[in-house]
């Protein structure tokens, strides 16, 4: 399916074929019938995005609660990870993977024109997740060699996964995807390397979906939002900027080598303070304030908006103001990503399976609660730090709340075949 608004010109360092990552997986695809075969009742494997978005809700939904009875003392079975740790990495790479490769496993049969991932092999990169989810959780009393090789064997899988696709689709920009992925491989590994004693090393996974966030949305909200303005009749453009638009993923590229080799000094501030107003200056160019009337649209405004509120509170904490110091992870985490998450699976699951493109009203108050969590996660203990412990249970309420919801209203939706009788 082509990409309308964005550019195939030859030369352009942009990596346009990442954008038509998220582009194709937020809008509905084409995919292969196949002709003369009965239709099964059960769908969650006959397309990647299915379990993955599932699975990512149900994680989200399930693993706060877990962490916050586990910050407040309560006795739970706890795995090799101490569980601040295990928070860290598990947000990262359980939730946020598996949202990854449900995006990356639709996108690329989408606009390589080949057959979707399905059956035995998507069966095999859920296995692997769940493996990793469960010897990072649980006290299996496993040597932690083992506990790394094991949710360590995800990443590659997925890449290795993908990468025929995209060696035949001839282009070698396309291995920017693998590149990616072997970015958030390597924090992984450092982070087992480490021995489960600091989370810095995560740091780097962290910044590599900051990129991708930034690219993408970069190019899918103002697409999106100009396309849907005019099917409301509404005449406005958003023509592109390129110096801007070139600006800000160099300046975030800038930033994930700084956190690598001279993290936490005034260098780091000030790439974020830039990064986070140039980001100010492209969201304002979007015309955020028209797409209210679209839920599915708002939301993708609101967690773009997030990064460079992250990106402030990073430059103020590292310039000495008085903040909590994981106040600017926790709007990029619970804020940018989860809020960009939560937004692209709900919009790719309709569209996916041949719905219409609409969010209901509880898809809006999931959108709502989650904006709430994470404002309550992030603003709460700057405002108040005496009531810390209400805001991190409002938060985790909140929070659960929002992906419970999407799970009750969209694994019907995953689980079922299409609704326009397409294979997919």
Request: proline content about 8%; some cysteine.
């Amino acid at each position: 399916m082509p990409a309308q608004g964005f550019s195939n010109a030859p030369g352009k360092w942009v990596p346009t074929r990442m954008i038509r990552l998220l582009h194709n997986i937020a809008e509905p695809g084409q995919t292969t019938p196949q002709a003369g075969k009965p239709r099964p009742s059960f769908a969650l494997f006959n397309y990647g995005f299915r379990p993955f978005f599932l699975l990512a809700g149900v994680y989200a939904a399930l693993v706060m609660p877990l962490w916050a009875a586990l910050l407040f003392g309560a006795d739970l079975p706890r795995g090799p990870l101490p569980p601040s740790l295990w928070h860290a990495h598990e947000m990262l790479f359980g939730f946020v993977a598996a949202a990854i490769a449900g995006f990356m496993l639709t996108a690329v049969p989408s606009w390589t024109g080949q057959r979707g991932y399905a059956g035995a092999p998507l069966l095999l990169l859920v296995g692997l997740w769940l493996a990793g989810r469960l010897v990072v959780s649980l006290p299996l009393g496993l040597p932690l060699v083992a506990v790394a090789i094991i949710d360590l064997a995800f990443i590659p899988a997925l890449a290795l996964t993908i990468l025929p696709a995209l060696l035949r689709a001839g282009k070698n920009k396309n291995l920017a995807f693998i590149g990616l992925l072997a970015l958030l491989f390597a924090s992984n590994a450092m982070f087992h390397a480490a021995g489960a004693g600091s989370s810095e090393p995560l740091r780097l996974g962290l910044n590599v979906v900051l990129f991708m966030l930034t690219m993408i949305g970069g190019r899918i909200i103002p697409a999106f939002t100009s396309a849907a303005l005019k099917q409301r009749g509404m005449e406005i453009s958003i023509p592109r900027h390129r110096l801007l638009d070139r600006a800000v993923p160099v300046l975030v590229a800038s930033i994930i080598v700084v956190d690598l080799v001279a993290p936490g000094g005034r260098l780091a501030g000030l790439l974020a303070g830039l990064a986070a107003m140039l980001l100010l200056l492209q969201l304002a160019r979007w015309q955020g304030r028209h797409t209210l009337p679209d839920a599915l649209l708002w939301v993708l405004h609101v967690a773009y908006l997030w990064i460079p509120v992250a990106l402030l509170l990073k430059t103020a904490w590292l310039f000495g103001v008085q903040l909590p110091p994981t106040s600017w992870l926790h709007a990029l985490g619970s804020g940018a990503m989860a809020t960009m998450i939560l937004g692209v699976m709900s919009r790719a699951s309709l569209g996916h399976t041949g719905r219409p493109l609409e969010a209901s009203r509880a898809t809006t108050l999931a959108y709502l609660l989650l904006t709430l969590a994470a404002a309550s996660r992030v603003f709460g203990p700057v405002v108040a730090p005496q009531l810390w412990s209400l805001w991190i249970n409002l938060a985790t309420i909140l929070w659960s709340l929002a992906f419970t919801l999407f799970v009750v209203l969209y694994a019907p939706i995953l689980c079922r075949p299409r609704a326009d009788g397409r294979a997919g």
